[in-house]
């Protein structure tokens, strides 16, 4: 028999900016709450004001965490210290591990239009925090879409019961085995899917209203799952939300800026290594 994960609490996410001004909404990782062990950060971009998002986020450093990009709309050109380049389309997603160190750019190439989507923050262990950085970076046309009655699922990370069998997301060999689902429920639309219990789990809502195990929750707020082994997301009148999910760490979290280690001690070394250019 299922246990159904209800709501424990509901955040209005804020209003925020980051990089150069781009102007964004912050859930995870603000004044409301700073972390949601193994995540981070939650930041949701969207507008179609091109000085909302012209300047971008220049040049800057990361350690001891993970950075995972979702475009929904527009395009932003990543550059970075391994040599690593490429463009961010539209449905495109990028989990990247900074581990030891990285300092990358995230630019628009675009001057007009809409600009949307997520950045999130996942920790890292600590036996991981000092590994070697790797990208994944997978195309839209690489990212796997479910179609069921009144739902359309992407699925960029875990899996998804299709309609003749189990879908896998592209993204693999995360510490954390974490759940990244983009859930658009037409109106009328219902969705249930399994958590592994003891996962962390959040749903935000980008658009409409999403019923999520019970409670009614609207644009821009993110509702926190308590634990359990499966998540209903349905919605009277359309709306989108992604569902994410992942495996606690349990460890002390020490964090400066784009730092995220364990110890104060090893955020000092981080800024250290970080100014003799060591990274």
Known sequence: ????RKVSRVILSI???????VKLRRSIGSELISELDPFLLLDNFGTENP??????FPSHPHRGFETVTY??????RHKDSTGAEGVLGPGSVQWMTAGRGIVHSEMPEQREGRMSGFQLWVNLPAKDKMCTPRYQNIDPEDVPEVSLDKVTLRVLAGEVEGPDSLV???????????IYIDVMLSPGG???HAVPEGHTA??????GAVNVSGQDVTQHH????SDGDEVELSSETGGRAILVAGRPIGEPVARYGPFVMNSFDEIQQAVRDFQTGNF
Do not use: C, H, K
């Open 222 to 225: 993110l509702a926190i799952l």
């Open 71 to 76: 475009m929904i709309d527009g395009q932003m």
């Open 168 to 178: 896998a997301g592209p993204v693999t060999g995360v510490a954390t085995d974490p």
């Open 190 to 192: 219902s969705y249930r």
């Open 202 to 207: 959040f749903a935000y809502v980008f658009d």
């Open 51 to 56: 000085d909302d998002y012209i300047a971008g």
């Open 1 to 4: 028999m299922s246990n159904l």
């Open 15 to 21: 209003e925020a900016s980051d990089g150069a001004g």
